[in-house]
């Protein structure tokens, strides 16, 4: 029979197989006393090793909710097939909720033990299917060590206890995140599986440059690719006129691209990009969107480390957005992924150089040079000021380098003027930059990990708003004092740092960004190998 607790691919089927017997065929066997006793005793012992569903059904008294003769119990069962059915359209792994092939198994259903075994089948069945849709199809953390997210997984005893008091089709339909946002990856998700059924975007763009005043072979097809996007209406134009710039600038602000309205090198890579590719993104997105699927904080701050942007939210619409500058793309300095909650600011900050920065970077220097990164103070154990005279580095190694290195408040400073504290084991956090120039940049990967800020007293200025009646003058007034001043939030705000190389407009219009860490192949790798497929959908 059918006892196996691991619910992929042909577990999936497995578990339904029974279930196929009892919805297609209605056979329900007698519930005369000694048979329903054995059923009782069969669920026991089905849910022994399950903590979650063992008390479940104590708690019920071991009654079945899917194998029972009631309406209630066939409306689960059917509830459950629909949700199968429209599975894909939630980039899970469909094959997985497959029912067309368990027909083959109909006759093992005998007895009433067997019975019991496949209600304790059917509820792990569901609530595989409920985590996959509610809280995503991976960990994860097993996919990359910079995700070091926690998911909200649900209490699965209280899932079952929830929906058997429910209406199925409702408890099961709001399973998958309410997220506006995760409702418009859905629609464009659905969007750009018709497109590929319909042969896609078209041929690629040749060339390495088209600019204003081309014309010839290659601006015909980057006008015939943008018109397939959405981005230019339909032409005959064999020029590269205002109308395919302004397309070229619409395309660039949607990819995070530099729109000058020229199709460089740059934007002729992003524009040759493969609908598939960009269908596997939104895919990601919406699983990225499940680790996700909890209450974010009527205000929040939302960091899209692949945009390059720090947001703050109020009642869903952001209220405050600036350029920033994330973690570069080395194996120990990539900005990570958590979500926790801000408490302070620091105004006049004092840089304490992370362990890792002082002994891997400035050790050797000082090796070379006792007076190099002058800037710095060396600290002893005890707190004090250590002087550099007569000091030999060179007897100090990585381990037991016995010193910490700080540097006072100045302009100068590597954290600016301020810093925005979400204590964190990470040690990440948003701060101030006397480094401006590379706001400019396109790709801003260049920290050691924490997040830099283009406009962080405005930032700030935000954040007091809603605690202080002028914050410029209460913010400016701390500044000036040139002494390092820690304010609490009165209220704290959730801080988001997320990676998302697919996300939507307010509107709906698609937004794509570069993987810059290589973080969405490896997810969209996994979930393949979890049975996830891309699909192209007649209309």
Known sequence: MLLSTNFRAKNYLAATLAFAFIAVSGAFLSPAHAQVTAFMQSVAEASARDKSIAKFYQANGYSPIWTGRSGRDRARRKALLDAFSKSGNHGLPQAAYDTELLKANLRQVKSERDLGRIEVELSKLFLAYAQDIQTGILVPSRIDSGIVRKVPLRNRTQLLTNFAKSSPAGFLNKLAPSSPEYTRLMKQKLTMERLL??????????????????????????????????????????KYDANLQKAVQQFQLAHGLNPDGVAGAGTLKEINVSPEKRLASIVVAMERERWTNMARGKRHIWVNLTDFSAQIIDNGKVTFQTRSVVGANTSDRRSPEFSDVMEHMVINPTWNVPRSIAVKEYLPLLQKNPNAAGHLNLIDQGGRVVSRAEMDFTQFTETDFPFDLKQPPSRRNALGLVKFMFPNRHNIYLHDTPAKKLFSRESRAFSHGCIRLRDPFDFAYALLAKQIRNPEQFFQSKLATGVENVVPLEKQVPVHLVYRTAFTSAKGNMNYRRDIYGRDARIFKALQKAGVALRAVQS
């Open 197 to 238: 059924a319909k042969g896609g975007w078209g041929a690629t763009v040749p060339g390495r440059k088209l600019e204003p005043g081309h014309s010839g072979n290659s601006v015909v097809a980057l006008r015939n690719r943008l018109i397939k996007m959405g981005y230019l209406r339909r032409n005959a134009s064999t």
